[in-house]
Nanobody, 123 residues
Framework: QVQLVESGGGLVQAGGSLRLSCAAS????????MGWFRQAPGKEREFVAA????????DYADAVRGRFTISRDNAKTTLYLQMTSLKPEDTAVYFC????????????????WGQGTQVTVSS
C-alpha cells in the first residue's frame, strides 16, 4: 500500500508558476513510476506527466511539454511538478499516482492515487 498526499495548489494568474508536491508513504516509493494527472470540470481525467523509478526517464503530454517539469526525490519520497507559463486551460484538480508500469500514460495502470489539489489559473 502507498499513501499519496498532494500539496501546493492554489490560485495564480496566467503566466505564473506553481510547484506541486506529492508526499508518499508506505511501500518503497522508489519502485514505482510516478505520474501526474489532472481533471477539469466536466472533462475526463487526463495524463500530464510521468517519471520512471530512477528519475532518468520522463514523459509529458503535448499540452504541457516545455512548460511543466516532473521530478522526484526518492530519499524524501516526494514527487514534484514544477509548472510555469500557466494558462487558464491548466485549471484542474491535479492528482499524483503510482504505477508498476514503466512510464504509463493510462490512468487505469496506476494503482495508488492521492486526493488531488486544485490549481486555478486566472486570465
Amino acid at each position: 500500500q502507498v499513501q499519496l498526499v498532494e500539496s501546493g495548489g492554489g490560485l495564480v494568474q496566467a503566466g505564473g508558476s506553481l510547484r506541486l508536491s506529492c508526499a508518499a508513504s508506505g511501500r518503497t516509493f522508489s519502485r514505482y513510476t510516478m505520474g501526474w494527472f489532472r481533471q477539469a470540470p466536466g472533462k475526463e481525467r487526463e495524463f500530464v506527466a510521468a517519471i520512471s523509478w530512477s528519475g532518468r526517464n520522463t514523459d509529458y503530454a503535448d499540452a504541457v511539454r516545455g512548460r511543466f517539469t516532473i521530478s522526484r526525490d526518492n530519499a524524501k519520497t516526494t514527487l514534484y511538478l514544477q509548472m510555469t507559463s500557466l494558462k487558464p486551460e491548466d485549471t484542474a484538480v491535479y492528482f499524483c499516482a503510482a504505477s508498476t508500469i514503466f512510464l504509463s500514460r493510462r490512468d487505469n495502470s496506476y494503482d495508488y492515487w492521492g486526493q488531488g489539489t486544485q490549481v486555478t489559473v486566472s486570465s
